[in-house]
């Protein structure tokens, strides 16, 4: 079936709200700036975040290399994921998962693709991993959530 936009503005609020979290933790972590050079350097981690979200969003269907993340900003894989861990609060890999849960939670409420599909369009390969983490952040299944707008 094709997919359809949900009526329903609370669940839109909802996977929007995961969006504007990464982006608000993001945010927090470059708001306080207190000489000339720490705002250069701010700027400068501001703009690889930046790209960091931009090759995610780019690239999140495919399997992810730390390598390919690190070496698409010309950064070693280590200082690579010091860096992100320190501007941002998390891991990488913890972004990376989060954002694409969101983009699942979001594609279940409002569009009828199977959840196989959802997961290989969304980079997911391993089914268990995905529910455990799935039912971690949200407390609940990815079936509740699609048997919840179904029935509304």
């Avoid at 700027?43 to 495919?62: D, F, G």
């Avoid at 390919?68 to 891991?91: I, M, R």
Wanted: with cysteine; aromatic share 14%.
């Amino acid at each position: 079936k094709e997919s359809q936009e949900s009526d329903n503005p609370v669940e839109m609020l909802h996977c929007n709200s995961l969006l504007w979290e990464i982006l608000y933790e993001l945010y927090i972590h470059f708001s306080h700036q207190t000489s000339a050079a720490n705002f250069a350097r701010s700027r400068k981690n501001q703009e690889r975040l930046s790209a960091v979200i931009a090759y995610t969003e780019e690239h999140h269907a495919e399997p992810v290399k730390l390598e390919e993340v690190a070496g698409a900003l010309h950064l070693q894989v280590n200082y690579f994921c010091s860096f992100f861990k320190k501007n941002t609060g998390v891991t990488y890999l913890h972004f990376l998962n989060e954002y694409r849960l969101s983009r699942i939670y979001y594609d279940l409420v409002v569009t009828d693709i199977p959840l196989k599909y959802l997961l290989e369009q969304h980079g997911f390969t391993n089914y268990k991993l995905f529910r455990k983490i799935f039912y971690e952040t949200f407390q609940t299944t990815p079936g509740l959530v699609r048997n919840k707008k179904m029935s509304e």
